[in-house]
């Protein structure tokens, strides 16, 4: 089993940055590919950014991903922040096929 919590999410203002930390306990040998996902009011869970073991990265623009590997901690910087990137953001993780969830943390952007 592996428990994901994220943190670092709160209220930003158009055009400001956040940084989400994600840290990985319990059973975490052989975590592949971890990511970061979003679901926004009245909307699907989407795709954010995803690293894998090697660090390679996919993620959206203004977004970086980055793995501190013997942390076993991820980042999310998001940059240059919209009302459109508000929602609930939530930490996952592949183990062998399964994938792992955090609870989420609350980004909101407002004036």
């Known amino acids: 089993q592996v428990h994901l919590v994220e943190s670092g999410g709160g209220l930003v203002q158009p055009g400001g940055s956040l940084r989400l930390s994600c840290v990985a306990s319990g059973n975490i040998w052989q975590i592949n590919d971890m990511g970061w996902y979003r679901q926004a009011p009245g909307r699907e869970r989407e795709l954010v950014a995803e690293?894998?073991?090697l660090g390679n990265t996919d993620n959206k623009s203004r977004f970086t991903i980055s793995r501190d590997t013997p942390k076993n901690t991820i980042y999310l910087e998001m940059n240059d922040l919209e009302p459109e990137d508000t929602g609930v953001y939530y930490c996952?993780?592949?183990?062998?096929?399964?994938?792992?969830w955090g609870q989420g943390t609350q980004v909101t952007v407002s004036s």
């Open positions: 996952t993780a592949n183990q062998m096929g399964t994938w792992y």
């Open positions: 690293i894998t073991r």
